[in-house]
């Protein structure tokens, strides 16, 4: 990893004579090694959610999150993909960290995530006790002009008002945030994970909108 430091004297001074040293430890700054936990449901970016955890492969995985070891990535399953080769495995995936944990009284490890960035997958390997593990690189934020967010803003607060269990997952609520509501809306429709690939590569938050619009109406 290439750790950059600045200093902040020189930088107020002047930009040009900032002075830069790297530590090089062996991987890019833009990508990491990291866990993979195919799932059915999806969260994405800013979004929350509750697991069960009960495999061994996955048990180590949370354990290896926690202690700081390795970072794990949710992801979607491609129906269409062969385990074997792992293509099984949609190239987008969301990195999270542990925001909270518990024992359950069925004696399960409860966690709930918080998913941080958008990552590309590629080198999927699985390891002796069946956890996939990637290469990831981390994707910008999906950007562009989405003001008219009022009303899929105020369905989706109707939405999670209808159902406080998701509600109770976040500490706060942001239906006017455009980015926020429509990475939430991604996460709750039911459509292909096919096809929310494709709208999350679009990289155009205006077109994702007007897409969940006509959808939601």
């Known amino acids: 990893t290439f750790i950059i430091i600045f200093d902040p004297i020189t930088m107020s001074r002047r930009i040009s004579t900032i002075f830069i040293s790297f530590v090089i430890t062996g991987e890019t700054v ?14 994405l970016p800013q979004g929350r959610m509750a697991l069960r955890i009960f495999e061994p492969r996955y048990i180590r995985m949370v354990k290896e999150s926690m202690k700081g070891d390795r970072k794990f990535v949710m992801c979607m399953l491609n129906a269409r993909g062969d385990k074997e080769n792992n293509s099984h495995i949609f190239q987008l995936g969301s990195s999270v960290s542990i925001v909270d944990f518990d024992q359950g009284k069925d004696g399960f490890l409860g966690i709930t995530v918080e998913a941080k960035e958008l990552v590309e997958l590629e080198d999927i390997v699985t390891e002796d006790d069946g956890l996939r593990v990637g290469r990831c690189k981390p994707l910008d934020i999906i950007a562009g002009d989405a003001n008219n967010i009022e009303e899929i803003g ?3 607060e109707s939405v999670f008002q209808s159902y406080p269990e998701l509600a109770s997952l976040y500490d706060n609520l942001f239906f006017e945030d455009p980015f926020w509501v429509t990475m939430r809306w991604l996460e709750l429709l039911p459509i292909s994970s096919a096809q929310k690939q494709s709208l999350l590569y679009q990289r155009d938050l205006g077109r994702v909108v007007s897409y969940l619009e006509d959808l939601i109406e």
């Open 154 to 156: 105020r369905k989706l």
């Open 30 to 43: 833009s990508s990491f090694t990291a866990a993979l936990m195919p799932l059915t449901s999806h969260v």
